[in-house]
């Protein structure tokens, strides 16, 4: 499978989980597990140009496909997007364990429809769970760069 | 988090799916997997195989049947996919107003219409609304194909008609003819959360069809309630009126967010406020 | 610049203090290159996964972990019965009846909670531990269960701890002022049968976990953990494990918010070190959140019964009376502590002045409790509110204006309560008006009239909160007279490196709090630096970043402890940066100043030393100075000013400032199914000097989730079998993104004359918002038959058990009037 552009080839158990493998096996730690029954987020990535919950995805079943981590946001150099810099702005994360997933979640909406209303943004970001800011710092920061028109 | 061993085999063709599955006594067909991985990580359930069928791009399809009187979803469309169909818009938009509130997106992005109903738990939102709707559901074995009616169709918590070595791989849904009118309501944990209750109602000039979630582990039709509206009063009098009794007829099961006195009388107020709704839509 | 005047000095708010400066943090924890525990590897590590209990209370008649240990790739097991032999029982904090618990790692002989662990299993993959744990064979016996801490003092009840006589693990009688005199004073006396506030946690997002390495040349171990009080967890792992604390290297990076719930992992961190010497490998424990719902952490739940109120005829509130009853769970972890830290807020923040209250704390078979945001205060706090809503209904006075009448007012700081503590500053009903005005309460008509328009009933919501931070530990004593804790210390260094690098490290562990930020802008401040130079090492190494005994982050402190630290730490620094110039320049030191990054004369800004060769002087360049320049190397322990509390009075000053929340809410409840809906919130601060308002805020408003969600959907349930019914996201609803109300915030700072930056401790924000929803609801119910809300927790179907029966509450209510 092709991740943040590159392309990698490993033999691995069926059983093994997506965020397990880009975890544990490609070292990509960005993406994190917050809950045993996809309910929390923090493992979010993007398949293609959908975000989904790498922990309610087999390894095997993205043979094949195109994912996106965190990891792949920002520039080598550490240029950040617009999306990450406004969530610096913003205050829109604390302990930052949700960060990622709420980045990813963003991310593929903005890539939709880069101008969200407030309302959109929250059920866009319906699946990740934040329990450190009362998640309004986020929505701000993230319909903030749809007003900028950048992402 | 972490799942038994298992196999896994992704066939290219339904005939292909069905083969595997017949062949290996507790294979499991894996649609978007977005409930059985989860049930997979509680190792509530350990397939011995896991049949993955996201290349059957036969059953992603979302179209009309030659006389075009059913929206024919194949069983691996998913409910983003229901979500953005011009076919769902036009031919029974309840559809993606419901699906739109299952879960999340990135949920909504994976699963799919027949693992939904597939799982047939009980507080999912397509049993009750596609037993509501009178959807037909296809079944396709080594020995051919069949058709079930969702009161056949649903047996129990992840039970359905679909036995072993068979494969689920269509929904029919009838298209909504002038003077319809669909709507779900009930009560969730929260925005777009479980289901506590949930009652779909559908009025139409043939009459009101109405179907409760949560209360059984499968989807109740609200039988005496619907004749009581045979009549075509669908005043907000008449509908409680109607209702009058319901909680009563209903064996609904007891846990931490509702017991069962209480779960039966939002499954009533659930029902009034389906029919009301519906009946709003169906003035046009 | 602005000058904030203190009794303890003048503050000049600098460019930095005061501003909202984007964190530091943010850079890596965006990019997905913070580092978390889970994400530190080791080769050939093994994955530890824990065999728990399926039962609430049980004895443990055999263990066989021979078919685990036959299979391929499986490292090796620990049972309870080995850890008895190789440690001993965890130090009680309690005196006995509590102090006679015995509480190891594992459990040794019979399991007492759903979900507690037996027998640690490791193995090559975390997939092959966990099978590997489903066939290690434990028998049980199962006992008799105890859930309800009511019932657990009663002749017959089910007995966790046979060594303790009894489920009993600590009661007292406080009382202060004259509490007879105030009841005969009264004009009506309220009795309240029972309130009972819920059990539940701050749930963080990332759980437990540690990757624990054992040298076998040092015999010392080092664990990557997200523990937030490694001070704490050394102290209670170096005793039990037989080791000295030197032996015990705690390390962390970033951790996944903690919110209290991971100051008591060090039951898990032993079994991790014991299996590290054992195996002679990396141990890797990662908790999943199922494992987190049933064994981490819940918060104190607690009832209390039989309250009276003494009430005057104009409002005037003169004393109580209540029986608490706590329910601590199965084990002591940091219980019983929660039995005095109430004591803080005894009165909330009102002038009650004759208290008497026994507090009574029970064992029961749940998973133990330990601090939870808002720890113990909050339970005190929401009795009182609940007594001044339930007061005011029952005796017809405005909510606004009973509070208004009883409140500390701000002429009356600092202000001794009854039981000598001392809230440092505040005004608290400017607070409540700047609150009432956010969520329009003028117009709360009008909008309870549209809402009945829709078939909704409408309430309007006040929690007021206090937010008491850095604790006295002396506390301690007033429940174990033998304890030898007292007072509180934090530390920090600061130093000017070689190249005029200001480094500066903390002893603290922070979740999330900006405390490399915040700590920044202190020092930047005070060296006359920008901010970006100022770097602040990140996490907390207990065997290189120099702590003091109660380092960590818990219990709302930083703002005072850390940040007096890093500010003693960096006036040290300025001093010492000074005199080297004034060596160098050979002028007397009073001549120069630090200004813009440099050391310069006052009068001639030509003659300036920059940080790089102040730094390079004394690490390089040292030669030919009559006498040793200063060596740019400070660190500084911060020492608030406590006395010990008196022991048979139960009286003295329990923590060093009183930040204030006023919040304030708008409900909306359906009557036909009890559905209720946050429609319109604020909520206000005052946590005196806000060194970044922005993150104050964000506090603030994090808090705020907490509560709504503890308010209506959180809540750790258990069956009269001690099944767990919450243990996941599922059936455990934390607020997502759709479910957060509108959310207004407000501010003023009214600076606390006790600290040297005129800040307080914040960020539990005391539960206000739980407070807040029960007032509104209960406003809301008045219009349906007027029910009293008795629990914190108030889930749909409660509402609805409200509304179907509203004379089942109002007939625990009852009035006296003379």
New interface residues.
Partial sequence: MEINGTSYERDVPASLLLVHFLRDDLDLTGTHVGCDTGSCGACTVQLGDEAIKSCCMLAVQADGASITTVEGLASDEGELTPLQQSFHEYHALQCGYCTPGMLMSATALLEKNPRPSEHEVKVALQGNICRCTGYWNIIEAVVAVGEKGTR | MLLREVEYARPATVEEAITLLSEHDGARALAGGQTLVNVMKARAASPDVLVDLADLTELRTISFSADQSALEIGAMVTNTMVISSSEVEVARPILAEVAATIADVQIRNRGTVGGNVCVNDPTNHYPPLLAALGATFTIRSTSGERTASAEEFFVGVYVTAVSEGELLTKISVPTRKPGTGDAMAGITLGAHGTYVASAVATVSSEGVRVALGCVSSVPVRAMVMEERLAGGDLSEAAVRAAAEGLAASLDPPSDVHANAEYRGHLAEVSAVRAVLQAAERAKG | MTAIETEAGTLQKGSAVGQ?V??K????????????F??V?RKDMGYL?FVRSPYAHATIESIDVSAALEMPGVYGTLTGDEVAILTDPFFQIAAPPGGHVKDYALAVGKVRYLGEPVVAVVAET??L???AA?YVMVEYEPLDVLVDARAALADGAPVLHEECGGNLSYSGVWEWGDVDAAFAEADHVVSIGELHFDRFN??????GGALVEYNRGTGQWTMYTNNQFPGFAAIMMGPAMRVGLDKLRIVTQ??????GNKITSHPQLVVCCLLARKLKRAIQW?E???EFHQSMSHGNERWFENTEVAVKADGTLLGFRTKAIDDAGAYLRYEPLGGVIWSQVAAGMYKWRNIWLEFTQAMTNKAPVSPNRGYSRMQQLWFTERVIDIVAQTLDFDAVEIRRLNFVQPEDMAYETPNGCVYDSGDYPRAMDMALELIGASDIETRRAEAASRGKLLGLGIGSTLDSGTNNFGQSQLINPELQFSGNNEVATVKLDIFGEVVVTLGTTP????HETTAAQVVADILHCDVDVVNVRVGHDSYWNSHAGFSGTYASQFAVTGLSAVKGAADMLAGQMVKLASMVFQCPEEAIELADGFARIKDNHEAALPFMALGAIPNANNAGFPDDPPTMNCRYVYRPPFDVPDKERKFGNLTLTYATQIHACVVEIDP??G?TEVVDYAAVDDCGVRINP??V??QV??????AIGAAL?ESF?YDEDGNL??P????Y????????PP?KTGAFESPSPFTPLGTKGMGEGGGGGIHCICSGIQDALRAAGGAIVTDSHN???RV?EMLSHPERSRETIEVTSR
């Fill in positions: 909202s984007p964190r943090e943010d850079g890596r924890l965006v990019q997905g290159q913070g580092v978390f889970d994400d590897k996964h975390r997939e531990a966990r099978t489903e701050s749930t963080p997002l990332e759980c970033d951790i996944g918010g903690g919110f990662t999943w959140r199922t979740q999330g709090q900006g036909e199914t559905v922005q993150i805020e964000g408003m994090g808090a705020t989730a907490h959907w349930v019914l919450t996941n996201f599922y059936d609803h934390v607020p997502h993104a759709l479910d957060m959310l889930p749909y179907h609805w």
